[in-house]
């Protein structure tokens, strides 16, 4: 079981099917690669079967959402030929968060209890 959730990680299906919950603002590859290297050299990672699971808690626990939420709202691609403010930067970031924690959210209700070992 193991080996099939870290497929689902390592194929890119776990950030395609984020990025379905998140169409308006699709969330950032990177933030799954952060998290994927936390939990990798967390020493409590094996309480769980489940690099799905481990990665979404990591992401709430560590706040990574509104870190790239604002790593992302601040890059020039987004803006264009457009040179935003502050504010503007933010407002995006808060869209981002906001999507984003979504759908971190509805793909954690997957697990009504906790994937652990027993």
Given at each position: ?118
């Amino acid at each position: 079981m193991t080996a099939a959730w870290d497929y689902y990680v390592s194929s890119n299906q776990f950030l395609t099917e984020l990025r379905g919950l998140t169409r308006d603002y699709p969330i950032c590859s990177a933030i799954i690669y952060a998290a994927e290297m936390r939990v990798r050299s967390d020493p409590d990672s094996n309480r769980s079967w489940n690099l799905a699971w481990l990665l979404l808690r990591k992401m709430i626990s560590d706040d990574l959402v509104a870190s790239y939420a604002s790593i992302e709202a601040a890059k020039p691609e987004m803006w264009g030929d457009m040179n935003p403010t502050d504010d503007e930067i933010q407002q995006l970031a808060a869209c981002f968060e906001y999507e984003w924690n979504r759908a971190v959210t509805t793909m954690l209700r997957h697990w009504a209890a906790s994937p652990r070992w027993c």
